[in-house]
């Protein structure tokens, strides 16, 4: 069991950044990748980014791409989800993932939200214009 805490949500303006937290306990050994997606209301929950749990490699949404960075902390099993440059558009409650590894399937999708073995409870963010 891993477990997913999800931390750094809130109200802010359009321009503004945010940075938001997920903190990862339990078998922390056996995690291939963390991802980030968001759910607006009415819409369905979204990929945004993810990072590969022993590696720096990254994946992100083209929605995102050059306002969001991801990140991970090895010595606190956290990941970061860097958000500059929000538009009113990225409001919804983001949600943390972890996907674990699978034995015998080399380069895991990254992207896939049915991939994702655990998630966090999710943290709101809000952008006003």
């Known amino acids: 069991q891993v477990q997913l805490v999800e931390s750094g949500g809130g109200l802010v303006q359009a321009e503004d950044s945010l940075r938001l937290s997920c903190a990862a306990s339990?078998?922390?050994?056996?995690?291939?990748?963390m991802g980030w997606f968001r759910q607006a209301p009415g819409k369905e929950r979204e990929f945004v980014a993810a990072?590969?749990?022993?590696?720096?490699?990254?994946s992100f949404a083209d929605s995102v791409k050059g306002r969001f960075t991801i990140s991970r902390d090895n010595a606190k099993n956290t990941v970061y989800l860097q958000m500059n440059s929000l538009k009113p558009e990225d409001t919804a409650v983001y949600y943390c993932?972890?996907?674990?590894?699978?034995?015998?399937?080399?380069?895991?999708?990254?992207?896939?939200?049915?991939?994702?073995?655990?998630w966090g409870q999710g943290t709101q963010v809000t952008v006003s214009s």
């Open positions: 993932a972890a996907q674990v590894v699978r034995p015998g399937i080399i380069g895991q999708n990254m992207g896939l939200r049915n991939l994702y073995d655990y």
């Open positions: 339990g078998r922390t050994y056996n995690i291939y990748a």
């Open positions: 990072v590969k749990w022993s590696g720096v490699i990254t």
